[in-house]
């Protein structure tokens, strides 16, 4: 069973920065299209960023040239850089397959909190 963890969150000032990882317990960033989500409260979940396996990237509207993802295969791990963020960013952040029916269990998120 494949793990997920994040991390990377914090309380930030609007205008900041910050970079988000994404640890998997397995080889799994070259063979899945990867993305990372966000959850605001009381709304719904939403797809922030997308890198395939082949490495093209896409990104939601709302972030893009202030995101980027990328990722490491060696290290199994994915990250989110984050910048100029914005109070709407503030979110619990979590990674996951792009693709729903091939979903792993959720991780537990990393919150962030931008201040105006």
């Known amino acids: 069973q494949v793990q997920l963890v994040e991390s990377g969150g914090g309380l930030v000032q609007a205008g900041g920065s910050l970079r988000l990882s994404c640890a998997a317990s397995g080889s799994i960033f070259s063979i899945n299209d990867m993305a990372w989500y966000r959850q605001a409260p009381r709304k719904q979940r939403e797809l922030v960023a997308v890198?395939?396996?082949?490495?093209?990237?896409n990104y939601a509207d709302s972030v893009k040239g202030r995101f980027t993802i990328s990722r490491d295969i060696a290290k199994n791990t994915m990250y989110l850089q984050m910048n100029s963020l914005k109070p709407e960013d503030t979110a619990v952040y979590y990674c996951?397959?792009?693709?729903?029916?091939?979903?792993?269990?959720w991780g537990q998120g990393t919150l962030v909190t931008v201040s105006s």
């Open positions: 890198i395939a396996t082949g490495g093209r990237t």
């Open positions: 996951n397959t792009y693709l729903r029916t091939r979903y792993y269990a």
